[in-house]
């Protein structure tokens, strides 16, 4: 049996740049979605066109070899004594083993087919009126993307950019400014080399000996001027 998958309706996979949003073919402008909601739906996965077919043909089989097999069967029942009676009996039997056998087959068909799982939509509208689905079966994985995008239209954080894959079921974020504090974090205060330490307190001693000395000669033209 043929079995439709959730791929068959909006875009699996996308790009979170800057400014923008990359999904499947459509590209739109995180400043220019309108509305953004994520809904709750329901499909037949084993409803298509080929298990229909497949379905009432197997149906149709079940009715004609049960009707010639019941015919085949009260052929012999009715005339035992005749040398065909024998041949009907087994045709009769056969028909009608395979007949259920096409019936049960049918039925299991139809049962499958009437199966319904769940799956989830992000829809994002934008200004211009375009409408892109996001399907998924995981929830959070949809709602971690909106997340995302929300925060770029409230804040207007073009830092924010990643990808996903919804096959995988996979939001790669990088955070540049959050990477840079733990970076900085990490590598702890700034440790001065001995060398410049020295060449500092070379220098400051040197400074703190010329001001003594430029103080003596003050001191002493004042004293030689009184």
Not at 37 to 66: C, D, G
Not at 148 to 153: L, P, S
């Amino acid at each position: 049996m043929d079995r439709q998958t959730l791929d068959m309706e909006g875009a699996r996979r996308g790009e979170i740049s800057s400014a923008s949003l990359q999904m499947g073919e459509d590209t739109i402008a995180v400043q220019c979605i309108a509305t953004m909601s994520v809904e709750s739906m329901e499909f037949s996965p084993w409803e298509t066109a080929t298990n229909k077919r497949a379905q009432s043909l197997y149906a149709s089989f079940f009715v004609i070899n049960l009707f010639f097999g019941l015919m085949a069967l009260a052929w012999g029942g009715l005339f035992p004594g005749n040398g065909s009676s024998f041949i009907a009996l087994v045709i009769g039997g056969v028909l009608t083993l395979l007949g259920f056998v096409l019936g049960i087959r049918a039925a299991m068909m139809a049962r499958r087919m009437k199966r319904r799982q769940p799956y989830y939509r992000l829809v994002i509208g934008a200004s211009d009126g375009r409408r892109i689905p996001l399907v998924d079966n995981n929830r959070d994985v949809l709602m971690r993307i909106r997340d995302v995008v929300r925060h770029k239209m409230d804040s207007g954080d073009r830092e924010i950019r990643g990808d996903f894959d919804l096959d995988l079921d996979l939001v790669n974020l990088n955070l540049p400014t959050e990477a840079q504090k733990a970076q900085t974090l990490s590598r702890g205060p700034d440790i001065v080399p001995k060398s410049r330490q020295r060449e500092t307190e070379v220098e400051a001693a040197t400074a703190e000996t010329e001001s003594e000395v430029l103080f003596d000669q003050d001191a002493e033209i004042i004293r030689d001027a009184s």
